[in-house]
């Protein structure tokens, strides 16, 4: 009885590392998996897709130019993943993707999810270039695997904190989070920064990230007169967040972050989003060096850009380039190529520190004005 | 004092949106005592069905008032709902109503997921704006500020709870209702046809939860296929602080969750020094519901069998 459980236990096991270890022939090219990893259900499908198709098109632009490694003609596969936003599924489709044999993963999108699976991916020793993950603790982890391409939270709010006192002259300022990764981590920042600029944070609150109600949160802040309302968090919640603060008539200026400045955040918020203030990492879409040529192929093949499809398109690029320089597709030859990247993409140059981080990211301060994002001024975050 | 009535007024606003999805939870259980977790999806599917109405007609006949627009968009959503509700209880209910009180607990969470599904493969995973064709009329009293959306949830959820009342109190329909909630078998044998009273209820509850779904999509200016999820359990949990089973109880539980919830994340920061901050709302509206349970464990009207309906 027992002998043959075991028996069947080695047989399922040999199976099971049969599959998708070594890479796949395909005639005479070899097929390479990369994985790809955002939230494609739940209330940010929308901004997983997009990193999705950003992905995508670098993996179907490079497949068509023909890439050789090794003497071998390759040929990617994108394997992309859902995990719904949610720390725990990210670390189950990691596992998933590990298992599948993926030697490169683009992605996660949100923070919370793409911490902990970076832990998996650093332990197979799989590379893994987040396209918008900035939470300042993924790559304070110390995982050599761990790379992004995107602006870090304390880069991002250092210069939002310091642009609310000084630029926009707010005296007094509320601030709310979503309670994930990202929002905290960036109003945490804000928060810093703000008081080191001299600024008053007169109220703290919290929210979730799938509320829709902040009139409570709101009337308690509205009672304290704040002359900017800073939110560190998505753009679902932004919009209905920025109508109820108009419900209420309060005067105090709305600042976001990247979740917010979103085309999605206007379409949601309507004639209310008027005045609307946010940032995104990096230069805007029209300021890009590559810009116009990515708005084109992009909206060509899936319609509107939302937000972080160029990064995860550079990103892409960024990993096959080391591929590229490797003349490998081992993550172990590959990987170590990855520190010495100089790679001009379509969001500019991307270079990496020692940790894995963008060097001298760039802010960019954008305000909604006739139901369209005008971009401010771009800030280059100190070192 | 602007401060209280502010927040008086968004709990009033969110509570009788919780009561008025609370009443279809409370109304299912009366009857079967099955706890429907599909009908958040049926307030959500309401929501999406009148925003695609009023999308179209926005884009058709720009000239329209808001409030034509609005009305056909309800017009469309509630017999929507009312035949899903239907469809859900012949489907997935009837044939389980005498099996073991787990089984239809499991096809009512199997239903809701389909829902979602169905919702998210018609209208994608996009967040819908709700088009701007109401008047964004607001007023000012006492230093607190109350829109024309919220005086219009008000007025029209305590009409609906009113028109209700008067329905299971005054009606035939509402006897023969209250008469199955009371005894299947004798109310049977007492000639009153136990499968269309059911079989009514599931549609008057799925009526309720379509108008509350277009009140929330309206409300927050946006509508999703996951929303359902999150307001059916705020609801169900009304009910169950109210007393499950009792249509005054479900009224009273959903105001004073959305009071508790209201005051609670105003207040809570304030009160405790800072020590918790609003991140405790759910936390202080949950702990109040089980203070409630701990001492009625039957809600607070819950009434033991008799006058639920």
Known sequence: MTGHTLGWVVVAAALVAGCGDKPQQNGDNQVVLIGQVSPLTGPQAHLGKDNENGARLALDEINAAGLTLGGKKVVLELKSEDDAADPKTATTVAQKLVDEGVIGVIGHLNSGATIPASKIYSDNAIPQISPSATAVAYTASGFKTAYRVMTNDAQQGSVLGNYAVTKLGAKKIAIIDDRTAYGQGLADEVEKAAKAAGGEVVAREYTSDRSTDFMAILTSIKGKAPDLVFFGGMDPQAAPMIKQMKQLGMQAKFLGGDGAQTPKLIELAGADAEGALASNPGLPLDAMPGGSAFKAKFEAKYGKIQNYSPYAYDAMHVMIDAMKRADSSDPAKYLAELPKTDYQGVTGRIRFDARGDITGGAVTLYQVKDGKWQTLETVQSGK | ?309
């Open chain 2, 1 to 309: 004092m602007d401060i209280f009535l502010q927040q008086l007024i968004n709990g009033l606003v969110l509570g009788s949106v919780y009561a008025l999805v609370a009443l279809g939870y409370t109304m299912v259980y009366g009857i079967l005592e099955l706890i429907n977790f599909a009908h958040g999806e049926i307030t959500m599917m309401g929501a999406m069905v009148s925003l695609a109405v009023i999308g179209a007609l926005a884009l058709a006949a720009p000239g329209l008032p808001g409030v034509l627009i609005l009305g056909a968009g309800l017009a469309v959503a509630i017999p929507v709902c009312m035949a899903l509700g239907l469809l859900i209880e012949r489907v997935a209910y009837r044939p389980l109503r005498h099996a073991p009180r787990l089984a239809p607990l499991i096809t009512a969470i199997g239903v809701s997921i389909i829902l979602q599904n169905i919702a998210m493969l018609i209208w994608g995973k996009q967040y819908i704006p709700f088009p701007a064709i109401l008047p964004q009329g607001r007023h000012e009293i006492l230093g607190a500020s109350i829109s024309d959306t919220q005086i219009a949830i008000l007025v029209l959820a305590v009409l609906i709870m009113l028109t209700l009342i008067l329905v299971v109190q005054k009606t035939r329909l509402g006897r023969a209702m209250r008469a199955t909630a009371q005894s299947r078998q004798v109310a049977s044998l007492m000639g009153v046809d136990v499968n269309r009273v059911i079989a009514s209820t599931f549609v008057i509850g799925s009526a309720l939860a379509a108008v509350a779904g277009v009140m929330v999509s309206a409300y927050y200016g946006l509508a999703h296929y996951y929303m359902g999820f999150l307001l059916g359990l705020k609801a169900f949990s009304a009910a169950v602080l109210g007393g499950i089973g009792n249509l005054g109880g479900a009224m009273l539980g959903g105001l004073l969750l959305g009071l508790i919830e209201s005051f609670g994340a105003g207040y809570i920061g304030d009160l405790t020094g800072g020590f918790l901050g609003s991140h405790y709302q759910d936390v202080f509206a949950f702990f109040v519901l089980i203070a409630v349970l701990v001492f009625r464990p039957s809600g607070l009207l819950g009434a033991r069998v008799v006058e639920r309906a």
